[in-house]
C-alpha cells in the first residue's frame, strides 16, 4: 500500500527550530514522491477527527513533531487503527523517543520515519485516561504541575523546579493492591512506567520494556533527604525487579516490581502526572497494561 503521511507539528513544545524542521519534513517527504499534510497539534488535546480522516484518506503513517504528552494524545486516539506512528522528539523530556531509540536530531529522526520499522508497543490506561509510557504520583507529579505553570519551558527549567521541589517534599500515604496483595506505604513518589526512561536519560525503570506486556512500579519510600539521593542514584543506574514479600518489604528504600494490573488507594491524594503533563488527581486509580496498543516506528534491530 503506498504511504501516505500526516505530520503534526506543537507549536508549544520543548525545543525551537521549527521552521528549519517544517522546511526539512517538505523537501524530504516530497523527494520521496510521498504524499503528505501537515498540521498544528491542538491544545485541548482532540484528536477523534484522526479515525475518520485516515479512512477516508487513506493515511498510512501519522508522525508527531512533539514531546511525550503530544505522543500520547495522538496515541490515545489511535489504538487499533491500522496506521504508524512516527516521533521527530520535540519536548522537554523526550522519554518515549529515547526508549525507542529514536534519535534526538531532527533530521536523524525524519530519515528514521522513512527507514525504519513499525513494530507495536504497549501502553496503558490509568483510570479511563490514556498514557503512552509514563505516569506519576506525588513528587514528580508536583514538579510536572510546577513546570507546567512557567513561561519558560526547557531542561534547565525542570532542573531548577526539580529542585525547588526536592527541598519542600513530603512523602504521600498510599494503599496498593496487586496480584490480590494489599499494603500501606508511605512514598514521596510512585512511577507506573512502560518505558524506561523518565527523560532526559533519566531511567526510573531501568528493566522495562515497551512491548513486554508488564508496567514497572517503583516506590519511593518515606527516608531522610540525604538516603533518598542515594537511593535514587542507585535505582536509576542498576535497579533490579523484585516480588513484593512481606518479611523483606519493610527494609527496602525502593521497592520495584512488574505487574500487567494494579490498584493504587491515593489516600495521601498526591498529584499526578501522566506522560510528563500534569493531570487531575483522585482517591483511587485502576491500571491495566494495553498490549500491541499501538505501532511505533523504531530502528532497525541489529
Given at each position: 500500500m503506498p504511504r501516505k503521511i500526516l505530520y503534526f507539528i506543537n507549536p508549544v513544545s520543548g525545543t525551537k527550530g521549527k521552521e528549519k524542521?517544517?522546511?526539512?519534513?517538505?523537501?524530504?517527504?516530497?523527494s520521496l514522491n510521498i504524499p503528505y499534510e501537515i498540521l498544528h497539534t491542538n491544545a485541548q488535546g482532540d484528536y477523534?477527527?484522526?479515525?475518520?480522516?485516515?479512512?477516508?484518506?487513506?493515511?498510512?503513517?501519522?508522525?508527531i513533531c512533539g514531546g511525550d504528552g503530544t505522543v500520547s494524545q495522538v496515541a490515545g486516539t489511535l489504538i487499533d487503527e491500522p496506521v504508524n506512528i512516527g516521533i521527530i522528539p520535540m519536548g522537554s523530556g523526550?522519554?518515549?523517543?529515547?526508549?525507542?531509540?529514536?534519535?534526538k536530531n531532527p533530521a536523524k529522526a525524519l530519515d528514521l520515519v522513512f527507514t525504519g520499522k513499525a513494530t507495536y508497543i504497549d501502553s496503558f490506561f490509568?483510570?479511563?485516561?490514556?498514557s503512552c509510557m509514563l505516569c506519576g504520583l506525588g513528587f514528580d507529579a508536583q514538579v510536572a504541575h510546577?513546570?507546567?505553570a512557567q513561561g519558560k519551558r526547557g531542561l534547565a527549567t525542570y532542573i531548577k523546579q526539580t529542585i525547588n521541589n526536592f527541598f519542600v517534599?513530603?512523602?504521600?500515604?498510599?494503599?496498593?493492591?496487586?496480584?490480590?496483595?494489599?499494603?500501606?506505604?508511605?512514598?514521596?513518589?510512585?512511577?507506573?512506567?512502560?518505558s524506561n526512561q523518565f527523560g532526559n536519560q533519566v531511567t526510573i525503570a531501568p528493566q522495562a520494556s515497551l512491548s513486554d506486556g508488564l508496567l514497572d512500579v517503583v516506590i519511593?519510600?518515606?527516608m531522610s533527604k540525604l538516603r533518598l539521593l542515594w537511593a535514587l542514584f542507585k535505582q536509576i543506574r542498576n535497579g533490579e525487579v523484585d516480588e513484593y514479600i512481606e518479611k523483606t518489604y519493610h527494609n527496602k528504600n525502593i521497592l520495584y516490581f512488574q505487574t500487567p494490573r494494579l490498584i493504587i488507594h491515593n489516600l495521601g491524594n498526591a498529584p499526578l502526572h501522566i506522560d510528563g503533563d500534569p493531570a487531575e488527581t483522585a482517591k483511587k486509580f485502576s491500571i491495566q497494561v494495553i498490549p500491541q496498543a499501538f505501532k511505533l516506528i523504531q530502528p532497525l534491530k541489529k
Open positions: 524542521l517544517l522546511q526539512l519534513i517538505k523537501q524530504k517527504t516530497s477523534f477527527f484522526l479515525k475518520e480522516k485516515i479512512e477516508q484518506e487513506n493515511i498510512t503513517d501519522i508522525v523526550n522519554g518515549l523517543a529515547l526508549a525507542a531509540r529514536i534519535p490509568i483510570n479511563t485516561t490514556f510546577d513546570f507546567a517534599a513530603e512523602p504521600y500515604s498510599f494503599d496498593i493492591v496487586n496480584k490480590g496483595k494489599s499494603f500501606n506505604t508511605s512514598a514521596y513518589f510512585i512511577s507506573i512506567a512502560n519511593v519510600k518515606k
